[in-house]
């Protein structure tokens, strides 16, 4: 079974702030919560990562509430090239990955 | 730094023949490795973990003697479908985890994939 929980879609225009969210509610001590990004026959790629309060990076921020049941990806003014599918992962250092489902965003003019 | 390659990145075989996957840390080593496949419009499955010098772990319902896992040294796993059958067809992804300068320990490194076509 999956560790995490997202919206299996979410619509958006460009320009737009998207925020996704992913629940963990069983997220271990040494979980680090990573999110990955795929594009159709591509490997996925790396986004961002956390382990607790806010993380940032050129082309996203990652919140995540002192309990760490969840986690939220947001994306700054959204374009059409960010259309994909954005997983949300659990990762304890060494240990395999358990894919979700993800949340396929589809941005549109 | 962190730079996984797969090859080839595509083939076409045909049903009853064997073919070979190979994915490469760059610029790493890869103490571990991870075989993942993908059906047009679902999530990656784990197929099975490997470990430099030992041998790969399945997952549950993953056929060993199908999918042949090598991992020889700290670079380089390859993936072997034996036997091929249309079924097969799929995308497969390989990912890396390891140690080097700029590799963070807490980070899965993800290949291209390769799609396998089986006629």
């Known amino acids: 079974l999956a560790k995490t929980t997202q919206p299996i879609s979410m619509d958006s225009y460009e320009g737009q702030e998207v925020n996704i969210t992913c629940s963990h509610n069983?997220?271990?001590?040494?979980?680090?919560i990573t999110w990955y990004q795929q594009f159709p026959s591509q490997g996925p790629r790396f986004i961002i990562q956390?382990?607790?309060t806010k993380v940032t990076n050129e082309v996203a921020s990652l919140f995540i509430p002192a309990d760490r049941k969840s986690s939220t990806l947001s994306l700054p003014r959204v374009s059409l090239s960010d259309t994909a599918v954005y997983y949300c992962l659990l990762t304890g250092g060494g240990n395999k990955l358990t894919f979700g489902t993800g949340t396929q965003l589809k941005v549109e003019l | 730094g962190a730079v996984v390659s797969q090859h080839p990145s595509w083939v076409i075989c045909k049903s009853g023949t064997s073919v070979k996957i190979e994915c490469r840390s760059l610029?790493?080593?890869?103490?571990?490795m991870f075989w993942y496949r993908q059906f047009p419009k679902q999530s990656l499955m784990l197929m099975a973990t490997s470990n430099e010098g030992s041998k790969a772990t399945y997952e549950q319902g993953v056929e060993k003697d199908k999918f042949l896992i090598n991992h020889a040294s700290l670079t380089l796993s390859t993936l072997t479908v034996t036997s091929a059958h249309p079924e097969d067809s799929s995308f497969y992804i390989c990912s890396a985890g390891g140690r080097g300068p700029g590799v963070d320990t807490y980070e899965q490194y993800f290949g291209p994939g390769t799609r396998l076509t089986v006629t």
């Open positions: 069983n997220i271990a001590t040494n979980d680090y």
């Open positions: 610029d790493f080593q890869a103490t571990t």
């Open positions: 956390g382990y607790k």
